[in-house]
């Protein structure tokens, strides 16, 4: 599957003294590129509360750092599904700062589906098939294949 890219700018309010990105601030990225590639794929973390009663809960989380990202950098969040099992579902990040092609980060996540009492459940149908098939029209493009 292709990869989703979501461009953001790095904040002074993400920055240390030194204008360094936080190393916190990076599974905020993470999660606003699994977002956007939900949305990419037709749906929505809403619609999977509202319409099905089901969650993603992160199970397990991993960052590797490789290059700071610095103020005002123009960075891409490329999101990719991994795995889709019956109960979870595995993403793969990687932070670029396009720029000078830098890859600054890169990371999983792993999220169980669960109901609203927080029991682990069988990933609704639809939303399977959607990760593991959904093609999406990438928001920006590759500057450097997956690796």
């Known amino acids: 599957m292709d990869w989703h890219e979501t461009e953001i700018r790095v904040r002074y309010a993400e920055t240390d003294q030194m204008g360094i990105a936080h190393h916190s601030n990076y599974l905020i990225w993470f999660e606003t590129g699994r977002s956007d590639l939900c949305r990419g794929r037709g749906f929505s973390y809403r619609d999977m509360e509202e319409e099905d009663g089901s969650l993603m809960v992160v199970a397990e989380s991993y960052v590797r750092y490789k290059s700071p990202a ?78």
């Open 70 to 147: 610095y103020y005002e950098d123009i960075l891409h969040i490329r999101t990719k599904v991994a795995d889709v099992r019956s109960r979870s579902i595995r993403f793969i990040y990687e932070v670029i700062r396009p720029r000078d092609n830098t890859l600054v980060a890169e990371g999983e996540t792993l999220h169980l589906v669960t109901d609203t009492t927080k029991k682990v459940k069988t990933i609704p149908e639809k939303y399977k098939r959607l990760l593991e098939n959904g093609s999406e029209a990438m928001a920006f493009p590759a500057d450097r294949p997956p690796s």
